[in-house]
């Protein structure tokens, strides 16, 4: 039922965020050099690694790790890359990876392949389990402030606690989340 409803979803958004999708990636394009879209390896259900799109919002040349890993994050954003992570529109190619089941639209956020430390605890809590998600209860609940242990913790819970209405919530939060640009460091 999640996987037809995330389908159906999915097709919709794709169809109404099209204008906006095109406008963005015509200002990554035209902003900074290198591909638009940015393909990260990330951890999917039962730790099987999948090709995660995004709209680049880093250099090129930037290492890949996690964004808090970086000495200096700032030194490495495209000149839209600020606007288009506090404003979440970075994203939007992930429905791509909705469409094929490689996500959801709620679940734990997909870890990067070397986040040895988080996958490591949500394999312990069973939570590598679900589908990652586009949006999860760690993400309303604090995204990228939060310590790796909570952030499982709240992963861990959401896998308990999984249903149609938790996951209606979660997608309202989010909804808020973004307005507000509540819990974006980078």
């Known amino acids: 039922m999640k996987r037809l409803a995330d389908l159906i979803l999915a097709l919709i958004a794709s169809l109404i965020l099209l204008i906006p999708v095109i406008v ?13 879209i940015y393909w990260s390896d990330r951890v999917g259900r039962y730790n099987k690694i999948f090709r995660m799109p995004k709209f680049r919002t880093m250099l090129v040349d930037t290492p890949a790790v996690a964004t808090h890993l970086l000495s200096n994050p700032d030194q490495y ?8 992570r506090k404003s979440s529109l970075d994203e939007l190619p992930q429905l791509w990876s909705i469409l094929i089941g490689d996500m959801s ?9 070397n ?11 069973n939570v590598h389990t679900i589908v990652p998600g586009l ?4 993400q309303v609940n604090g995204r990228d402030e939060l310590p790796i242990p ?14 149609l209405v938790l996951d209606i919530k979660i997608l ?10 509540d819990g974006v460091t980078h």
Do not use: C, H
């Not at 963005?24 to 638009?36: E, I, K």
């Not at 949006?135 to 760690?138: D, L, V």
């Open 115 to 125: 986040q040895d430390d988080l996958i490591a605890l949500r394999t312990e809590k």
């Open 77 to 84: 954003l495209t000149p839209v890359g600020s606007f288009l």
């Open 150 to 163: 909570q952030k499982v913790e709240l992963d861990a819970y959401y896998l308990k606690n999984q249903s």
């Open 135 to 138: 949006t999860g209860w760690a």
């Open 172 to 181: 309202f939060l989010t909804f808020f989340k973004v307005i507000k640009r």
């Open 105 to 113: 639209f709620v679940g734990p956020r997909p870890a990067l392949y």
């Open 24 to 36: 963005v990636a015509l200002m990554v394009g035209f902003t900074s050099r290198g591909p638009v």
